[in-house]
């Protein structure tokens, strides 16, 4: 028998359930601990679980502090791009029984249906007709949907083009894989894989997901995204699903999470996500962890200060006015005119239905709509896959890290795609507001090297059918 090894070197059940516990009951509030932390965040150090205790203990008025460092870190730190993707939901079939999931085993309603490969081709050309570069594609968990499907699912992707419209990056949402299975995937050039943990609190995990489904083995869902680095994966994504049980626990969980990969892989992860559980057909779980608005708002500032590294992703399952908010913590990407019902950017129009999909959106607007709003706030909305397609893994680090890398690639990327998107699929009105926006953001440029050069290809996206040039 061939004896194949399920977890990584590192495996390793990192997460001190009574430690975390002590530390949330224990830290107090202190002024001058919180504002060391501060500065040490300020200074681009990542924070330790003890550091991000202290922060999620700051009381009121400490906690406009937070606030406000999130808000200076990202302005001074990461300018004002924000990078948008879609989802597209390949298949609803599932194995697992996770209390909290329409797509359940259990919920006999839930429409089952796996999108056919003339499915999956006429979603992403709808995607890309409306400007969408960069796709993340979302499985249940199921045998239907192993390694060398899910890269045969990437593979088509990328090779659907219409007009100027094409995916250059594929990210993946799905089942933690064995190592194998990470290797398949990875050759089929996706980008970043996300692994979300749900909650990091073991008594929680163990109530929601079910001791006799696969999803029930705590360690070797945790040990996941371990695999991937092992397979040669070093671009992954994890994230917690707030609602299932103390807030606070699962910010200390994704920290422990990243220092963890970054202690044994050399680097963190590239996101951090982190949803709140919305609600979904036929699911109704116990409402004690819901988490509030003010809540989100100090975990999303909290973990920007906590792992300065790390891109965030803030999704539609939050409303347009949260979001509008919440951009300014140092959120880095997020998503835009998402349908997550299977074949939902074709057959569903506005409506939402949730027979068909995994739970509920917030936020429906068009992409273009999210586009104009971005535009007017001032941020510069992003389709830039430079990075990964030049092998500049880790690019987020990179940002951070690298004295002039944004202003060398990141915003003259920007600036491209976001040329790109006005010429070929912008409204009326969001080109006019995002040319204005592009001629402001020239002028600030100050090598003059690069301002040209960034001019030189901003004129051949208008008048040519050059595109992707990117830097
Ligand atoms: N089936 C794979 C898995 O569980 O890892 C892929 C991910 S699932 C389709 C995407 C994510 O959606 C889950 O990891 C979970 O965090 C989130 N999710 C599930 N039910 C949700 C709900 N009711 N509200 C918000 N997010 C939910
Ligand atoms: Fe299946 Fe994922 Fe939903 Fe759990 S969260 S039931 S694994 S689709």
Not at 53 to 71: G, N, P
Not at 122 to 151: S, T, W
Not at 442 to 457: G, L, N
Request: proline share 3%; with cysteine; glycine share 8%.
């Amino acid at each position: 028998m061939i004896n194949k090894k399920i977890l990584s070197d590192s495996a390793k059940d990192f997460i001190d359930d009574d430690y975390f516990a002590g530390l949330i009951v224990k830290t107090k509030p202190d002024k001058n601990a919180v504002r060391d932390i501060i500065s040490k965040s300020m200074s681009k150090q990542a924070l330790s679980t003890e550091e991000t205790a202290m922060l999620l203990a700051a009381d009121r008025e400490l906690t406009e502090e937070i606030f406000d460092a999130a808000r200076e870190l990202k302005k001074r730190v990461y300018g004002n791009r924000i990078v948008l993707f879609a989802p597209l939901y390949i298949g609803n079939k599932c194995i697992n029984d996770c209390a909290y999931c329409a797509f359940r085993s259990s919920n006999k309603e839930s429409l089952r249906r796996t999108l056919s490969p003339d499915e999956i081709a006429a979603q992403v050309e709808a995607l890309e007709n409306v400007g969408h570069k960069r796709l993340i594609l979302v499985f249940g968990e199921h045998k239907d949907y192993d390694a060398n499907y899910i890269a045969d699912c990437v593979r088509q992707v990328y090779s659907i083009k219409v007009g100027h419209g094409e995916i250059r990056r594929v990210n993946i949402n799905a089942a933690p894989l064995d190592i194998e299975g990470f290797r398949t995937v990875k050759q089929s050039g996706i980008g970043t894989y996300q692994i979300f943990m749900e909650t990091y609190n073991h008594a929680a995990y163990a109530a929601y997901h079910p001791s006799a489904t696969r999803k029930g083995d705590y360690l070797y869902r945790l040990d996941g995204l371990s695999r991937a680095f092992e397979a040669g994966c070093d671009d992954v994504g994890i994230g917690a699903l707030f609602g299932l049980s103390d807030w606070r626990f699962d910010v200390l969980g994704l920290v422990s999470h990243s220092l963890f990969l970054q202690k044994n892989y050399g680097v963190g992860p590239h996101t951090i996500s982190f949803p709140r559980i919305q609600p979904a057909a036929g699911v109704d779980i116990d409402k004690k962890w819901l988490v509030g608005d003010y809540e989100f708002k100090k975990l999303v500032a909290i973990l920007r200060l906590a792992v300065p590294y790390t891109g965030l992703i803030l999704t539609a399952r939050e409303s347009p006015a949260l979001r509008r908010e919440v951009m300014n913590f140092g959120v880095s990407q997020i998503d835009a005119g998402s349908r997550i019902e299977i074949g939902g950017y074709t057959e569903l129009g506005d409506a939402q239905v949730m027979e068909r999909e995994q739970f509920v959106l917030g936020d429906i607007r068009s992409l273009d709509a999210v586009m104009k709003e971005l535009i007017d706030d001032g941020f510069v909305p992003s389709f830039c896959t430079s990075c990964y397609r030049l092998g500049r893994t880790g690019e987020h680090f990179m940002e951070f890290a690298i004295p002039g890398f944004i202003k060398k690639f990141c915003q003259p990327n920007a600036l491209t795609t976001l040329k790109e998107y006005l010429v070929d699929y912008a409204s009326k009105e969001t080109k006019a507001a995002g040319e204005k926006l592009i001629k402001a953001e020239i002028a600030k440029i100050v090598d003059e090297k690069i301002k040209s050069q960034v001019a030189d290809r901003l004129e051949k996206i208008e008048q040519t059918n050059q595109r992707d040039l990117y830097f």
